[in-house]
């Protein structure tokens, strides 16, 4: 079946310090990738919609400026949290897409903390 | 506006005991609508999609346009079935998933 791998699982940074997550497609090539946030007991929050070699698309009131995301090839898509603050602390949660008619499949996620 | 509705955060019951997670919908159209489940520590998995009016793992759920409702139900509920759910639609907008508030699913022996 299709896999989604996220990199790395956990991070600890330091407040002000930019901190990358790699979301990969295994088996697949994923035209469409999306970004989420997910805090404890809550639901997922879209972030963002990113599409191989075009610019990523932003939900409202998530910082295009501070969550930099690339879609540089059909299988891979990274989320960079720049000058991160402990308020960035989340779940962060990727998933890929080969075509629209076809399912989401979810990455295992990245825990994020800033100090 | 676009929207999906659980209006249950918790639900206990116990084992062998039926069960229904809620949810209802907001969409203009013809919607999709999928369960995703999350067992502790795992991943998101989709469990179902209406489309395929599939049965996984013993859960059913039926599209009620009527009611824009899209519950989960399983007649004899597992421990191993407790796990966050989450019942969710596509948009017609680049095909974004729109998540519920999730349902949290705790079977006790």
């Known amino acids: 079946g299709a896999v989604v791998s996220q990199h790395p699982s956990w991070v600890i940074c330091k407040s002000g310090t930019s901190v990358k997550i790699e979301c990969r497609s295994l088996?697949?090539?994923?035209?469409?990738m999306f970004w989420y946030r997910q805090f404890p007991k809550q639901s997922l929050m879209l972030m963002a919609t990113?599409?191989?070699?075009?610019?990523?698309?932003?939900e409202q009131g998530v910082e295009k400026d501070k969550f930099l995301i690339n879609h540089a090839s059909l299988t891979l898509s990274t989320l960079t949290v720049t000058s991160a603050h402990p308020e960035d602390s989340s779940f962060y949660i990727c998933?890929?897409?080969?075509?629209?008619?076809?399912?989401?499949?979810f990455g295992p996620g990245t825990r994020l903390l800033v100090l | 506006a676009q929207r999906v509705t659980q209006p249950e955060k918790l639900l206990s019951v116990f084992k062998g005991a039926p069960v229904e997670l809620k949810c209802n919908y907001s969409?203009?159209?013809?919607?999709?609508l999928f369960w995703y489940v999350q067992y502790s520590r795992q991943r998101l998995q989709l469990l179902l999609r209406?489309?395929s009016r599939e049965s996984i793992k013993g859960f059913t759920a039926d599209l009620n346009k009527g009611e824009t409702s899209f519950h989960l139900k399983k007649p004899f509920a597992q421990e191993e079935d407790s796990a966050m759910y989450y019942c969710?639609?596509?948009?017609?907008?680049?095909?974004?998933?729109?998540f519920g508030q999730g349902t949290e699913l705790s079977v006790k022996p």
């Open positions: 998933s890929a897409r080969a075509d629209l008619q076809e399912t989401q499949y």
């Open positions: 969710a639609l596509v948009n017609n907008q680049g095909g974004k998933l729109i």
């Open positions: 088996d697949f090539q994923a035209t469409t």
């Open positions: 969409y203009s159209g013809s919607p999709e």
């Open positions: 209406h489309i």
């Open positions: 990113s599409n191989e070699g075009s610019k990523a698309t932003y």
